[in-house]
């Protein structure tokens, strides 16, 4: 635990740095800065996560993440909350919702994988003969999972 806690020590001041410079494109097509306003504190806290793009965002769309439920950044994101991104390189506005019970999360991840197959294998979660991933593996998958939906304003 101690080694995961001094590689985000250290991966994660670098890549704010690079997803707000003009090195952003090396990362910013699964990475991006979401940054959330605590709800006690008032203070706004900035973490970058992975995102999938499940509508083209420009348009109304729709952005994915999967997080950990021990990570404490999504807590504030409880029954909804303004948030601010920086999506490719562009800083915008934003608003997220988190999803945490055992069942809904298993079958947003479920939705998610059908929408990007490709993010199966780092979540241990196999594709069956038609290339959509198997429902079991989602539900294993989703265990200690959250999720957290972010659309424009």
């Known amino acids: 635990m101690a080694k995961r806690n001094l590689s985000l020590a250290i991966a994660n ?6 997803l707000q410079s003009p090195l952003h494109r090396i990362a910013s097509s699964q990475i991006m800065l979401i940054t959330v ?3 006690k504190s008032g203070k706004q806290y900035t973490t970058p996560v992975n995102f999938v793009e499940i509508d083209d965002f420009e348009d109304e769309g729709l952005l994915s993440v999967v997080s950990h439920q021990h990570r404490t950044w999504w807590r504030n994101l409880r029954g909804g909350a303004p948030v601010t991104i920086v999506l490719r390189g562009q800083r915008r506005q934003a608003f997220a ?18 929408d990007v197959p490709q993010f199966a294998e780092p979540l241990g979660v196999g594709l069956d003969a038609a290339g959509e991933p198997i429902r079991a593996d989602a539900d294993t998958a989703a265990v200690g999972k959250v999720m957290i939906e972010v659309w424009r304003e």
């Open 13 to 18: 001041p670098l890549m704010k740095f690079i």
């Open 37 to 39: 306003t605590g709800r």
């Open 97 to 114: 919702e988190v999803f945490e019970e055992q069942a809904e999360v298993a079958e947003r991840l479920y939705d998610h994988l059908l």
